[in-house]
């Protein structure tokens, strides 16, 4: 959830326990984890495609990120920054799994070069 200190006022009125969601998602219980990937690629020629995100914790348990609705534009050392949301959010992340993806059946597979990426969630700036 978020932190609802701003919406007191309004939501205190309702005098019954009150839960908003600034971004839902279609599961149970409906809310979402977002975190920002910023990313730098050194492929020589552009890329673009999609770029889906699996974290791990220590414990084991995975979670994958939905997938953007619209594809991204990788060039060589130029950042990309992808919203990417989360169903469940894991505390303690040991593995940041990326897979990327031009969404063709033909055609040849292209690798995305990482120079750097820096995944950081906003439900939870600290991490």
Partial sequence: ?????????????????????????????????NYLLDITTWNKSIRRGFIKVKITDYAGNAVESEMNSEASTFQKYKRVKILTGFYQDLDKISKISLTFSTKTLIGPKYKLRILQMRLKSLNNPER
């Fill in 1 to 33: 959830g978020y932190y609802a200190d701003r919406w007191k006022k309004l939501l205190i009125p309702m005098s019954s326990p009150t839960k908003a969601y600034f971004d839902t998602s279609d599961q149970d219980p409906f809310c979402m984890y």
